[in-house]
């Protein structure tokens, strides 16, 4: 079962994680399960693409809690500008 008009709880939630799609899903027994997937484009950064729990307050807290990720640093192999001599056109 799944829920067409989310709870002002789950709202906040999606506020305050934007990174995250976050549902609230129900089994045959009516039990609830909170998932929280990171979204395509947030991945390889260093958080946890699939987190679980019971409540959305517990998945709320266990994504405050959660390292944070690291910025990412620059790669020394790479170049992300021409050198201003590669910019002056080459004599033909």
């Not at 307050?57 to 500008?81: C, F, G, I, M, Q």
Request: proline letters at 13%.
């Amino acid at each position: 079962m799944y829920q067409l008009i989310p709870s002002e709880e789950l709202r906040r939630a999606r506020a305050e994680f934007p990174h995250y799609e976050i549902c609230v899903l129900h089994d045959d027994a009516g039990i609830p399960e909170v998932t929280a997937v990171l979204k395509p484009p947030y991945q390889g950064i260093g958080l946890a693409v699939l987190v679980c729990a019971a409540s959305v307050s517990e998945l709320v807290h266990t994504l405050r809690t959660a390292p944070k990720a690291k910025l990412p640093r620059r790669d020394p192999n790479r170049r992300y500008w021409p050198r201003p001599w590669e910019l002056r056109p080459r004599p033909q």
